[in-house]
């Protein structure tokens, strides 16, 4: 969302349609950068684990889990700041999403919500990445609600794209 604002700023978004490129390959790489810094975060963090703690983790699972919470999570990032009129309304709508999503979470793992609406939690992206996460750190052998995660928020991931993303990219491209 940041560097939207950044390239609307700049006028970068209005020099990139000129580009021998489709939007749709524009907005595929910001995807794929993103997904990118997630995986040298997740890589950081468990060289950090290994040599510090001993903690092994599941890192092909880690590896595909943390490409596609990225993703996810850039899209709706990019969805809002698209939606927003500024950076401080950008600001706005991620904090109410951070607060919306990860209420859910805390709720199921603080005890409020009993652990037999611990599947609807799936629904929060921040819950879905949670179950994907704890798999993938061996805290939890769920397997199942893993894949449910992983393929809730790659689906959100390719729809928030093609649809809303691409279409308010394309009109904010035009307008500059």
Not at 141 to 164: C, E, T, V
């Amino acid at each position: 969302g940041a560097f939207h604002h950044l390239e609307r700023t700049d006028g970068t978004a209005k020099t990139m349609m000129v580009l021998p490129v489709s939007t749709g390959q524009i907005i595929a790489s910001k995807a794929f950068a993103a997904a990118i810094l997630g995986l040298l975060s997740a890589l950081v963090i468990s060289v950090a684990l290994v040599a510090l703690h001993g903690i092994v983790l599941r890192y092909a699972a880690l590896a595909l889990f943390v490409f596609v919470i990225a993703a996810a999570h850039s899209a709706i990032g990019l969805a809002l700041a698209l939606k927003s009129r500024d950076f401080t309304s950008t600001l706005g709508w991620v904090m109410l999403f951070m607060l919306l999503s990860l209420l859910p979470s805390v709720l199921l793992d603080t005890g409020i919500i009993p652990r037999a609406f611990e599947n609807w939690v799936l629904l929060s992206p921040s819950g879905a990445a949670t179950a994907m996460l704890d798999y993938a750190a061996g805290s939890s052998g769920d397997a199942a609600r893993a894949a449910m995660g992983f393929f809730y928020l790659a689906a959100l991931a390719l729809l928030l794209y093609r649809f809303p993303v691409l279409k308010l990219f394309r009109q904010h491209a035009c307008v500059g």
